[in-house]
Structures are given as structure tokens and as C-alpha cells.
């Protein structure tokens, strides 16, 4: 099993910043890729951001320029710098991890952006 701690998800005003993180920990064998999505209510889960083992990173066009996903591959930690929040950012984020095949969740963190 494979155990995913977030944090970082607050309550910001339009035009601010957060970080999230999310450690992972247990059976490690070969982490190929870890990503953010959200969801905010009504909608479905969508992806954010990904990256793999390699460094290469994806984002959804909403969040290009916008917000920044780096990994640190001895920790086993994913990152999601968010700047420029807007409101319809504001979501419930969560953690997702591909170890050797297997996705595993976290069990989200909720970002509110609002004035």
C-alpha cells in the first residue's frame, strides 16, 4: 500500500498563491508519474497538472503560465505552485500517484479562492 499526505490548500483572494504538497509513502517500488487534479462541485474530476519520472510535465490549458508542478524523486514528493488564482480555481484538489502501475489517491485538500 501506498499512503498519500497533502497539504498546502487554504482560502486565498483572486491574484494569489498557493503551494501544495503531497508526500508519499509505504511500498515504493517505481513511481512513473505523479499528478494533481481537482474537482469542484457539480463537475467532474479533471486532471491539472502531471509529471513523470523524468521530469516531463503536462497541464490542463485552463492553469498554463499559471501554476508550476516540480517532484522531488528522493522524497517521493509532488508539488503544485498555483499563482494568479482565480476563483473558478477554487476546488477540491487531489493527489494522484502511479506506483509500479497501481494509482493511488489522496484524499484531497480543499483550495478556495474568494474574496
Do not use: H
Not at 467532474?44 to 497541464?59: C, H, K, W
Amino acid at each position: 500500500q501506498v499512503q498519500l499526505a497533502e497539504s498546502g490548500g487554504g482560502l486565498v483572494q483572486p491574484g494569489g498563491s498557493l503551494r501544495l504538497s503531497c508526500a508519499a509513502s509505504g511500498s515504493i517500488f517505481s513511481i512513473n508519474r505523479m499528478a494533481w487534479y481537482r474537482q469542484a462541485p457539480g463537475k467532474q474530476r479533471e486532471l491539472v497538472a502531471s509529471i513523470t519520472n523524468g521530469g516531463r510535465t503536462n497541464y490542463a490549458d485552463s492553469v498554463k503560465g499559471r501554476f508550476t508542478i516540480s517532484g522531488d524523486n528522493a522524497k517521493n514528493t509532488v508539488y503544485l505552485q498555483m499563482n494568479s488564482l482565480k476563483p473558478e480555481d477554487t476546488a477540491v484538489y487531489y493527489c494522484n500517484v502511479n506506483n509500479n502501475g497501481r494509482n493511488y489517491w489522496g484524499q484531497g485538500t480543499q483550495v478556495t479562492v474568494s474574496s
